[in-house]
C-alpha cells in the first residue's frame, strides 16, 4: 500500500480559526471500510480486507519552510507525520483521535476510511497555539488528506516491464551524464576506473544476489539498481501481509528518494547487459560488476586489471576491447 494522490492541501493552516475542507467520493466501492469480525480466539475486532486497487484514506499534519510552494507528491511523501501540540479534526460530524508521539513513540498518520460516504465529504480541522510565535517561526503547520491504493505484486512487475521501463538507449544517456567531470556529492560515490569509464554493481544490495529486474527511484540520481522482488519483500508490513504506507525509501540513496511502485523504473540496459552475461556462461556466472564506458560499451570487471577501488580517482585507463550492447 503506498500513498496514491492528495485530494486537499492546505499548506499553511492559519492558528485558533476552522478550516473546513470538502472532497468528493463518487464511487465508494473501492474504499476500504473495516468490517467487524470474530477473532480465532473468539475476541470481537474489526478488520480491513483489501484487494488490488483498494483505496484508504487518511489525514496528516507536517511541518514544511514557510516559502515551499505546493509540493510535487514524491517531496511531500518524504515528510514526516508532526502533529501539533494542541489541534481537533473532525470528519462528516466524527471528532477524530490524534495518534502522537506520546503514546505512540512518533507521531503517526490519521486514518478516516470507515467514515467515508459516497458524495460530498467535510474535513474540519483546527489548530490551537500562539500567532505571535508562529509568525516568527521558520516554518508553517501543512495539512493534507491523502488517498492510499493497494497493488499487487503482479501489477508492479507488469507496470516495471512496460509503462515504467527505461528502453536502453535513453538508459545509456544517463550513465553518460554521470561520467561526466563530478561536481556534485551524488557522484561521489561512483567507483571510476579512467576518465570515461565507471564500474557499475550488478548485484541487488539487499540480497547480495545477481539482479534480476533492475529496478529504482525515477527521482533518484544513482545509476545503481537493486532487484524488484528483494525491494518487495523487504518492505515492512501489516498483518495480513500488506506494505506499511511509509516504508518505499530507497535502499541505495535512502528516505531522500520516494521508491513507491508508481515510482520505480527499470533500466534496461543494466537488465540486458546481465542478461547477455547469463547467456554467456551458459546461466552460470560470479561475476558482481562490469566496467561501463560512456558510449554504453560495457565488459565484465576484472579485478587483476581494475585495481581502482578508490572512489573518484583515476588510476588505470581501461583499454580492453569492450562488448557492445
Known sequence: MAIKEPVYFNLSVTPNI???????????SKVAV?????????????????????????IRFVNVAKILTKPDLST????????P??????INGQILDFRKKKNWGKDLPTDITDYIQQGANEVK???????????ASKESIAFCIEVLEVTSRTT????????????????KLKIRERIKPRQSKDDEDLVTVGSDTIALDIQCPI????????????????????????FLSSRPKYVGGVSIVDAWSCPICGSISDCRPQNLVTDGFIQETIRKIIADRGGQHNVDRVIVRSDGLWRVYNPDVDTNETKGKKKHEVIDLLDDD
Open 85 to 90: 501540540p494542541c489541534s481537533f479534526a473532525e
Open 76 to 83: 511531500w511523501g518524504c515528510f514526516e507525520t508532526k502533529h
Open 207 to 230: 540480497s547480495k544476489t545477481t539482479l534480476k529486474v533492475p529496478v529504482r527511484g525515477k527521482h533518484c540520481s544513482h545509476i545503481e539498481c537493486f532487484d524488484l522482488d528483494s
Open 18 to 28: 476552522f478550516h473546513s475542507c470538502l472532497f468528493q467520493v463518487p464511487d465508494p
Open 34 to 58: 473495516s468490517r467487524p469480525t470474530i477473532l480465532q480466539h473468539g475476541q470481537p475486532s474489526r478488520v480491513r480486507l483489501v484487494e488490488q486497487g483498494s483505496l484508504s484514506y487518511r
Open 125 to 135: 480541522v483546527a489548530v490551537f497555539e500562539d500567532q505571535t510565535e508562529r509568525d
Open 156 to 171: 508492479i512487475h507488469k507496470d516495471c516491464l512496460t509503462k515504467q521501463f527505461i528502453p536502453i538507449h535513453d538508459a
